[in-house]
Structures are given as structure tokens and as C-alpha cells.
């Protein structure tokens, strides 16, 4: 029986299941560090179904793999007949991590 949760961090929310890898945004944490998730629902293959009114009391538990850039983007800024170029970058900070438990 597989189970799947909805969890939320970041501000974001994803669909991930035991052993699953997801990519987030950096947290304040170390590497091989446990982290729990807030979970917003779980379910399985046989249709059931638990929802939280907005969080589920049991957590979502994963460990951090690693901490990483993301790719990275260019930015550029032009206004035709007045020479005006401007060019940046960015790379945002993510963090992998791994779901080890679905309560």
C-alpha cells in the first residue's frame, strides 16, 4: 500500500510519497539534519482519504541531502532608441531533501 501526502514548505505545497526527492527552498538547517513537514492531507491507494482543517496533527517526516543552487537565470532589460542595456543574473538556493515517513 503506498501512501501519498500533501506537504507544505516554503509556501509552496507538493505531492510526494515515502522515498520520494524533492527539491524546496533553502531551509535553515544542516545537512543529514530530520525536519518534519506540516501536512495538509494523506492518502492511499485503496481511496482513503484524510484531510486537515488547514494542518493534519501527524507530520510528514524528511531528512535534508543536500543544500544547492538553482539554475541560473538572466535578466534583461532593453529600451529600443535610448542605448539602454541592462543585463543580471540569478540563481536561487534550494535544498534537497527526502520524505523518510508519512505518519
Known sequence: MTKFAVVKTGGKQYV?????FLVVDLLDVKEKDTI??????VFDDKGNIELGTPFLASKTTATVIEHMK??????AKFKA??????????RSRLTKIQITKIN
Do not use: C, M
Open 36 to 41: 518534519d513537514l506540516e501536512t495538509l492531507a
Open 81 to 90: 532608441k535610448v542605448r539602454y542595456r541592462r543585463v543580471t543574473g540569478f
Open 70 to 75: 538553482g539554475e541560473k537565470l538572466r535578466i
Open 16 to 20: 510526494a510519497k515515502e522515498s520520494d
